[in-house]
């Protein structure tokens, strides 16, 4: 479970979202995330509900390489911008490198989107790529330190303008049974949020 909280351009928002994962194999997850967006205008509301798996393909002397596709099912109420309105899919390609406290990773992922709306067929994107490459460092068994940096082709489809971002954090996990996290955003140019803050609780079972 996670919530954020961002500004951009004086605009202030506040999302969340809740994700279970269960493992089928060791190789193997399956997943359920709901979002959720709380807005003064337009009201609280959940997003597209998605579901998918992650399944790890390679995984000998440290490296580790996995596929994660995803299907976003039209759950969120288009009239508040909390949906398309039709399904849409996603494939992430993830790499991981552990090396001693040091763990590398690096994202690259392409969404193809469909819309409801006339108005979202013509000013949004269909397909939106996107890359990330992050590093975690362990300090001991209970805190690791996260830093993160992105950028994304533009859902906007007039703009040209890749959204982009850097991100610093820390994981706290006081038993091998729960995670504590705290990170903050910010972007690195105009297209991306000003700055974010966000907490979130992993339980393990």
């Known amino acids: 479970m996670n919530t954020d909280w961002s500004r951009q351009n004086g605009d202030a928002g506040h999302v969340g979202a809740f994700t279970f994962t269960y493992g089928v194999t060791d190789t193997l997850d399956l997943f359920l995330n709901l979002p959720q967006t709380f807005q ?96 975690w460092y362990g300090l001991n068994e209970r805190w690791r330190l996260v830093a993160d940096t992105g950028v994304a082709q533009n859902q906007d489809a007039a703009s040209r303008k890749m959204p982009a971002y850097g991100l610093v954090g820390v994981i706290w996990s006081p038993s091998k049974t729960v995670d504590l996290d705290a990170g903050a955003k910010f972007g690195l140019n105009k297209a991306e949020v000003t700055r974010q803050f966000g907490v979130g609780v992993t339980l393990h079972f």
């Open 40 to 135: 003064a205008t337009t009201g609280t509301g959940s997003g597209d509900v998605s579901l998918g798996a992650k399944w790890r393909y390679y995984d000998e002397d440290g490296l580790s390489l996995a596929l994660k596709p995803e299907l976003f099912m039209p759950s969120g109420d288009t009239d508040k911008g909390l949906g398309n309105g039709r399904s849409s899919t996603g494939l992430t390609g993830i790499a991981s490198y552990e090396i001693g406290s040091w763990t590398l990773h690096g994202n690259l992922g392409l969404n193809y989107n469909r819309f409801q709306l006339d108005s979202d067929q013509q000013s949004r994107r269909k397909t939106v790529w996107r890359a990330s490459a992050a590093v």
